[in-house]
């Protein structure tokens, strides 16, 4: 099983910034790709901000050059730092990971989310 927790969202004003955290424990090791997707209300939940499981960091058309995705590995915590907010981030973001053991993969993890309110 794998655990997460986020911290950090709060309420920013348009243009501001805000970091994310997601500390990850539990059977770390067996996570493939973990990343941050957000959730507006009355919408989906969509992806932004994601790293492959050979590492590599994608993000959606609406978070390039705005969010950056990393991690450290040595505290197990990923991290979403968001710079120039914009009232349309507004969402709960939400840390995923997806592991995989003897004879099941894919299995997705949630975090409980952290809201983020950004006012123009």
Same mark, same amino acid.
């Given at each position: 099983?794998?655990?997460?927790? &986020?911290?950090?969202?709060?309420?920013?004003? /348009?243009g501001?910034?805000?970091?994310?955290? !997601?500390?990850?424990?539990?059977d770390?090791? *067996?996570?493939?790709?973990?990343?941050?997707? %957000?959730?507006?209300p009355?919408?989906? %939940? &969509?992806?932004?901000?994601?790293?492959?499981?050979?590492?590599?960091?994608?993000? /959606? =058309?609406?978070? *390039?050059? %705005?969010?950056t995705?990393? %991690? =450290?590995?040595? *505290?197990?915590?990923?991290?979403?730092?968001?710079?120039?907010?914009?009232? =349309? =981030?507004?969402?709960?973001?939400? !840390?995923? /990971?997806?592991?995989?053991?003897?004879?099941?993969?894919?299995?997705?993890f949630?975090?409980?989310?952290?809201?983020?309110?950004?006012s123009?």
């Amino acid at each position: 099983q794998v655990q997460l927790v &986020e911290s950090g969202g709060g309420v920013v004003q /348009a243009g501001g910034s805000l970091r994310l955290s !997601c500390r990850i424990s539990g059977d770390v090791f *067996k996570i493939g790709s973990m990343g941050w997707f %957000r959730q507006a209300p009355g919408n989906i %939940r &969509e992806s932004v901000a994601t790293f492959s499981t050979v590492g590599t960091a994608l993000y /959606a =058309d609406s978070a *390039k050059g %705005r969010f950056t995705i990393s %991690r =450290d590995s040595a *505290k197990n915590t990923l991290y979403l730092q968001m710079n120039n907010l914009r009232p =349309d =981030d507004t969402a709960t973001y939400y !840390c995923n /990971a997806v592991g995989s053991w003897p004879g099941i993969d894919g299995v997705n993890f949630w975090g409980e989310g952290a809201l983020v309110t950004v006012s123009s």
